[in-house]
């Protein structure tokens, strides 16, 4: 019974270079979240997918950062270029639905911590 | 001013002891109001949740919600060492899909 796994759990790049994060979900979800730690703050959102759709990409930057949930495979964080200030936990979550007006529990991947050199 | 504020602590506290944890938001849209649980490295788990205001009990956890003060608690009592761990207020607006964190209270309970 596999809870969300993410991969790699640790990475290191080098300014300039690209970060690729990787979220398989719970078995049967199919909403998947990106969240982002940084030291001394609390969680921030970044990114909700569905299946091959992004549908509130409201806290993600303007430059560099993208996201993919293709019809196969894992949800895809990708980062260009990183920067020092990329240096963070990355967290991803999934959900089994998204009903209007009712909550269904986000459960949370291990995270990838990302360090810039 | 962040939309939720939450104490980062640390608090310390003796085993057996009664935790009180907080967290005051300013977004009346909130509706579901969580606790989340981390322990160092790992991701946060869900420990409760509660829909708009009133209480909420499950074994030694209880989760309050102050929708006119917008105040949320969380309450642990006989604390044990193995609660030592970082605790997350989430909130989320009715038919939202982010949830918007505090930034942690961590909480060491010692022998």
């Known amino acids: 019974n596999a809870g969300v796994m993410q991969n790699p759990r640790h990475l290191v790049r080098r300014r300039g270079q690209e970060a690729r994060l990787r979220c398989s979900p719970v078995k049967g979800h199919s909403h998947v979240y990106w969240y982002r730690q940084l030291p001394e703050e609390g969680l921030k959102f970044m990114v909700y997918?569905?299946?091959?759709?992004?549908?509130?990409e409201s806290g993600m930057p303007k430059e560099r950062f993208s996201a993919e949930f293709p019809k196969e495979g894992p949800s895809i964080l990708r980062i260009q270029q990183v920067v020092r200030g990329d240096s963070a936990a990355y967290f991803c979550a999934s959900s089994p639905t998204q009903g209007s007006f009712s909550y269904n529990e986000q459960f949370f991947g291990p995270g990838t911590r990302l360090t810039v050199l | 001013q962040k939309e939720v504020e939450q104490d980062p602590g640390p608090l310390s506290v003796p085993e057996g002891a009664i935790v009180s944890l907080n967290c005051t938001y300013s977004n009346s849209a909130f509706q579901y109001f969580m606790w989340y649980r981390q322990y160092s490295r790992k991701g946060p788990e869900l420990l409760m949740y509660t829909y708009s205001s009133g209480n909420k009990e499950d074994g030694r956890f209880t989760a309050q919600v102050d929708k006119s003060s917008k105040y949320i608690s969380l309450f642990i009592r006989d604390s044990q060492p193995s609660d030592s761990a970082t605790y997350l207020c989430?909130?989320?607006?009715?038919?939202?899909?982010?949830?918007?964190f505090g930034t942690g209270t961590q909480l060491k309970v010692e022998l």
């Open positions: 989430a909130m989320l607006a009715g038919g939202g899909n982010k949830l918007t």
């Open positions: 997918l569905q299946k091959e759709n992004i549908i509130d």
